[in-house]
């Protein structure tokens, strides 16, 4: 949920004035750090905020959301159970005889 509030207020304009309008988000931080008003700290508070966001959504994503194991890596440890040169007998029993 905080995620959600987080996006729409990042997304939502609030009038500073006549016809003048800002990001909800930027005025609620700025006037919580008593920033100046300035594009600068703007740009930075907004990049941080949406980074912030995407690291959310991917966790989210990726903890809360499991695919099920579809598309999960599977390392050496899963194949070395079939071995092509194993010098095991077939599981049928038949061994070839060696003529002796």
Known sequence: MVLFYAATQAV????T???????C???WVRDLLGLPQSKLPRAFTLQL?????LVGFCATIRYL????GRFRFQG???NASVDPQSSKAP???SEQSTGR
Request: hydrophobic share 45%; proline share 10%.
């Open 65 to 68: 959301l499991p695919l099920g």
């Open 25 to 27: 988000l930027w005025l």
């Open 49 to 53: 905020v949406g980074l912030a966001l």
């Open 91 to 93: 599981p049928g029993g």
């Open 76 to 78: 050496p440890e899963a």
């Open 17 to 23: 004035g006549l016809l003048a309008y800002e990001n």
């Open 12 to 15: 939502q304009d609030c009038t």
